[in-house]
Structure formats: C-alpha cells, structure tokens
C-alpha cells in the first residue's frame, strides 16, 4: 500500500507523466480503441457502471465486500479483484485510463482524489461528496490534473431536463420565484433507524474490510445497521435524503434557472430517532438572491410526512406524484415533472400542456443526449462534448444539496457566504465543512496553497 509521501509525491510531481494513454482531446493508444476502466465499489451501484460501460474493457474490480462484489466477479472472470483501491492503483495503476466509482457518499471524495492525482478520468455517483470543502476540492483537482469528469445525476442527461431548459430559455414560463420539490424518502430499505443507539454490534463479516470500509472516518464498531445499505440515514457516512436525492431533483432548477449558492437555509423538522441519525422528516427552504435580472428564488424541499402544496394552477382532481417531483411557478405558466428526475416535463393543467403543445414542440432542438457514463467515455476519447455533469458542475449542485443536509444535521438557520466558505455567526460549522480526516487518508491539501 502506498504511504502518504508517496502520493505527496506523485501529485505534486508526476501528475503530468502519468497521464492515461486516453488523454483529454485524444483517442488511439489501444489497439482495439476501447478504454481500461477500473470499477470500485463493484456490488450495488457497481453493477450498474459495469453493465452500461461494456463496450469498454474493465481491467480492474474493487470492492470492500468480497460477496457483495461476487456477482460483478463472476461476470468479468479473469479481471483481477482487488479490496483496497490504493493497492488496485499501485499495481495496475499504468493499465488503467479511467476509474468509475460507486461507494458510500463519505468515500467518494478520497478514491476519487488517489485517481486524479495519477491522472485518472473519473465518474463518481451523486452525491459528488461527503462536504463541501471535499466538492471545491475535487472541482479544483480535476482542473489541476487536466481529466475528464462527471458526477452519476443521470438526470442531467435526460431529454426532458433539455427541454425544460429550452422552455424556459424561450420565456414560455416566465419569470420563477418559486421552486417545489418533495420526495417519499427517507424509507426502507435505505433509512432504517436502529432499534437502540449505539446500534448492536456484532461479528464483522469474513468478506468484509470492516476498516477499509469506514475509510477516513472515525472508527466504530461493526453492525448491520451500518451496512451493506443503511448507512445513507447516519450522518457519518451518507448525507440523509438529501443527498440520496437532491442532485436529482435540484438538477433541473439549479441548472436551469442558474441558481447559483443561497443566501440562506432555514429547516423544519422532527427530532432525529437517536445520536448520530438523520430527521426522519423535514420540510427544507433555500433563498437564492437575485441574478442577472431574474427574480430572488425560494425553494422548498419536503420530505416524507410533510406534504407539497399543489401547484397553483393544477387539475385539482390530480394528485402529486408520490415518489417526488418538481415545478416552478413563473409568471406565465407552471412548469411540473413527476419522479425525482424529469423524465417527461409538462405543463400544468394538462389542458393547459395540449393548448402550448404545439408551439412547444417548434421551440424544440434537443439533440439526442448519450447516458452519463456514454457521454463520459466518449468525452474522453475525444469523440464527444464535455459531461454536462463535470466536476466545474457537479461540485456546486452537490454544495447546494449539502447545505441543507448542513441544516438537517444541525437543525440550524445558515446563512451561507460561499466567497469565505463559511456559516455567518457560526464558526462551529468548519468542522461540517471540512470534516476531520484520520491520519493517511488526508488528500487535497496541496491544492490548496
């Protein structure tokens, strides 16, 4: 395994030396075209990068979890199988382009980090990270290192988030000043409380790096409550609802209407079960300031117990979907997605939507959009245009998502000064910000001087 000089070492360095064969712009050095991608966190979402990048050739697996990974290892047999990733990138670090990675959210930051600094693209899953020092961070690293980037809010991608922006961009809308979004999270199986705090240890697993799991965090003993999924509702390790879903249903909005950071995050909530665990109900608003013209912006994200208000104009037979969704109220019409990705926008009432159809579809010129880790492939081999969720994206969305997650776990007001990185009147908050790190996972700093 690699020591921390060592990495030292290599990012400040070699990066340049060791960019991949497959260098942004530029395509080729395989015989047969195709990348060496490297997946950790092969169970769970693993599966998923493994599935949808199987024109590529997958040259290294990783996981903590011998078993959880098993499937992913029976698939790709003869791919060599590693658990720790800083030993994966030792030993085949001069076979690998890219690195794909879907773990728990307190672990993005550092994979990813060890990637770029040996000059690996990388595609993480949502949320980008675990705080927003780690998000500014991994934005300058990926600038730093000159790699190709992008975050796993698929949404992004999809033709209904373009031709939500077309709309608005047309003026069909109008001005907004108004943003709902709700969802039927947090649930199970994802957000479990535990029936006593601190939950019941027990045996660590024989396929499982307990530790290695843990990663840069504090220790703690082992249980069930933790993993393999539950560790989205402990604070420690997933960042609640909100950053399960956020990055999803905020995309729209914050791209769309260039939100920008908030001024301010107020939070209503039930207490939390126990020390440690998420609310498991709260209703979020954020107050995002004027720009370029445009109108000061109050968004409202509500969670499960809480209930959206129905839009202004609206079917009053109809009902919100269930799962979650999203409209803006503009000045001219309410723009409305079911689902907590915009799969199919529409105007409400429906009679409405029939009515503009027609001139809507004449406003139209979406190009088709490949999936995430399409346009990320193709990025890098030059053949396509730059992620739409790249790191210069993806680490302000994921800001903004964590500051309300900051309000949950604190059940704070925050009045956010993003220039400073700083909670106005609350200097407590650094240590939210930038959690601590245990010794031999710090990365990063270097590009802070």
């Known amino acids: 395994m690699r020591d921390r000089s060592r990495r030292q070492f290599i990012a400040t360095t070699t990066a340049a030396s060791l960019l991949p064969r497959f260098a942004a712009g530029k395509s080729g050095a395989s015989a047969n075209g195709k990348l060496n991608l490297a997946v950790v966190g092969a169970g769970g979402m693993g599966g998923y990068a493994v599935s949808v990048a199987r024109t590529e050739n997958f040259v290294a697996l990783c996981d903590v979890d011998e078993a959880r990974a098993s499937k992913a290892i029976e698939k790709n047999s003869g791919v060599p199988f590693f658990r720790d990733f800083r030993v994966m990138l030792d030993k ?63 949404g992004h991608n999809f033709g209904g988030m373009h031709r939500i922006k077309e709309w608005v961009d047309a003026g069909v809308i109008g001005d907004v000043s108004e943003v709902i979004t709700w969802t039927n999270r947090p649930n199970k199986p994802y957000f479990v409380p535990p029936s006593s705090y601190p939950p019941k240890n027990g045996p660590v697993p024989d396929t499982l790096d307990w530790d290695l799991w843990q990663g840069p965090v504090a220790r703690r003993p082992y249980s069930k409550d933790y ?14 609802s909100l950053g399960d879903i956020g990055c ?55 969670e499960k117990g809480r209930d959206a208000p129905k839009p202004k104009r609206w079917d009053e037979a109809d009902s919100l979907d269930g799962e979650g969704g999203m409209y803006m109220e503009g000045t001219k019409e309410t723009l ?59 680490a302000k969305l994921t800001e903004m998502v964590l500051l309300g997650a900051m309000a949950q776990r604190t059940g704070k007001t925050i009045e956010w000064d993003p220039v400073k990185m700083q909670v106005k009147g609350h200097p407590e ?11 031999g996972w710090e990365y990063g700093e270097n590009l802070w001087k």
Not at 356 to 362: A, G, N, P, T, W
């Open 248 to 302: 999803h249903t905020f995309d729209a909005p914050f791209w769309v209407l260039n939100l920008g950071m908030p001024t301010k995050v107020e939070v209503e909530q039930d207490d939390p079960p126990g020390d440690g665990f998420i609310t498991m109900s709260s209703l979020v608003t954020y107050y995002f300031p004027a720009r370029d013209g445009k109108p000061p912006v109050t968004l409202k994200w509500y």
């Open 336 to 394: 409305y997605h079911a689902g907590m990705r915009p799969t199919s926008p529409t105007l409400t009432p429906k009679a409405r939507f029939m009515e503009k159809r027609k001139m809507l579809s004449e406003i139209e010129r979406m190009a088709k959009t490949p999936g995430p880790i399409e346009q990320w492939v193709a990025a890098i081999k030059g053949e396509g245009p730059m992620p739409g969720s790249s790191f210069d994206y993806a």
């Open 92 to 154: 085949m670090g001069k076979e690998i382009d890219a690195v794909l990675i879907s773990t728990p959210d307190h672990t993005h930051f550092p994979i990813a980090m060890a990637a770029m600094e040996m000059g690996k693209h990388v595609f993480v899953q949502k949320p980008l990270a675990h705080n927003i020092w780690e998000c500014r961070t991994l934005q300058k690293a990926a600038a730093h290192y000159k790699v190709i980037t992008q975050m796993g809010n698929q």
């Open 429 to 439: 908050f650094a240590s939210l910000i930038k959690e601590p790190t245990l010794k």
């Open 227 to 240: 993993v393999p999924i539950r560790w989205r509702g402990w604070w420690d390790y997933g960042c609640g």
